[in-house]
C-alpha cells in the first residue's frame, strides 16, 4: 500500500494505492486498485466559496489522469464530507454513490453492513451502519473496511466511540 507519489490513477500489477488527500476539515480519500477508482467522501465547501472537491480532489484526479470515478462513497451528510459531490458530479463522469443518507444524495444507493466487491486482489465490505442506527446519527457513516494482502484499512467517516 502506497499513500504518496501514485504515478498512474489506476493502480498496477495487484498494487493497492490509497491517498488521503489534505482538505481541512473533514475528509477525502481515493482508494485506487488495479480494477477501479474509489473516492471515499469529497471534502467541505464554504460560503466563501472554497470546494474542497474543486480545489484539492478534482486537481488530484487529473493529474492522475483519472478519467471517471467507480465509486463514490459519501459517509454521512455532514458539510465537510458531502460538500463537494455536486462540483465533483459536474466535472467527472461517477459510475455509483454509495451513503449512508441516499434522503440528501440523488441517484444514490444505502451502505449497508455486510455488502461488499471485490477488486481483483482487493476485498471491500461495509460494517455499518445496521438498519437499526438512528438516522441523523455520526454512528450511521459508511464505515469501509479494505482487505489487501494481509493488510487492512479502515475509513471510519465520523463514528463515535460507543
Known amino acids: 500500500i502506497s499513500l504518496l507519489g501514485l504515478s498512474s490513477c489506476r493502480a498496477q500489477n495487484h498494487d493497492l494505492r490509497v491517498t488521503l488527500l489534505d482538505v481541512g476539515q473533514g475528509l477525502s480519500m481515493v482508494v485506487q486498485s488495479e480494477q477501479g477508482v474509489t473516492v471515499y467522501d ?15 480532489l478534482l486537481p488530484y484526479l487529473r493529474a492522475k489522469r483519472s478519467s471517471k470515478i467507480d465509486r463514490l462513497i459519501i459517509s454521512h451528510a455532514d458539510n465537510d464530507h458531502i460538500g463537494g459531490l455536486e462540483v465533483l458530479r459536474e466535472n467527472i463522469p461517477v459510475t455509483k454513490v454509495v451513503t449512508s443518507r441516499p434522503d440528501k444524495v440523488p441517484r444514490s444507493q444505502m451502505c449497508r453492513a455486510g455488502d461488499g466487491w471485490i477488486e481483483g486482489a482487493t476485498k471491500f465490505r461495509f460494517l455499518s451502519p445496521e438498519a437499526k442506527t438512528p438516522k ?6 459508511c464505515v469501509l473496511k479494505i482487505s489487501h494482502q494481509g493488510v487492512d484499512v479502515l475509513l471510519t467517516g465520523d463514528i463515535e466511540k460507543k
Open 42 to 56: 469529497t471534502g467541505p465547501k464554504y460560503s466563501s466559496g472554497f470546494n474542497a472537491a474543486a480545489a484539492v
Open 136 to 141: 441523523g446519527s455520526n454512528n450511521r457513516s
